[in-house]
């Protein structure tokens, strides 16, 4: 993804995994979900112009406890 700003190229990133065009999923196996890591998905959120977004944990014992829904509600 690239970020501009007034038309120009201020940046890039690269998502994890983008899903039927719509879900943004940031793959992590880490011991604990840092602030950063829901940060960065809004970031992803915000300027892809999607809703919803998934961090998924692969450090734990059940996957089901490594799962993190992010929302990016339209105000």
């Given at each position: 993804?690239?970020?501009q700003?007034?038309?120009?190229?201020?940046?890039?990133?690269?998502?994890?995994?983008?899903v039927?065009?719509?879900?943004?999923?940031?793959?992590?196996?880490?011991q604990?979900?840092?602030?950063?890591?829901?940060a960065?998905?809004?970031?992803y959120?915000?300027?892809?112009?999607?809703?919803?977004?998934?961090?998924?944990?692969?450090?734990?014992?059940?996957?089901?406890?490594?799962?993190?829904?992010?929302?990016l509600?339209?105000?």
């Amino acid at each position: 993804m690239i970020l501009q700003f007034k038309g120009n190229t201020v940046g890039d990133s690269r998502l994890d995994f983008l899903v039927g065009g719509e879900l943004v999923v940031e793959l992590k196996a880490v011991q604990t979900i840092h602030p950063i890591f829901p940060a960065k998905v809004i970031h992803y959120l915000k300027m892809s112009g999607l809703q919803l977004g998934l961090i998924i944990n692969f450090h734990v014992v059940l996957l089901r406890d490594g799962i993190k829904r992010i929302v990016l509600s339209q105000n």
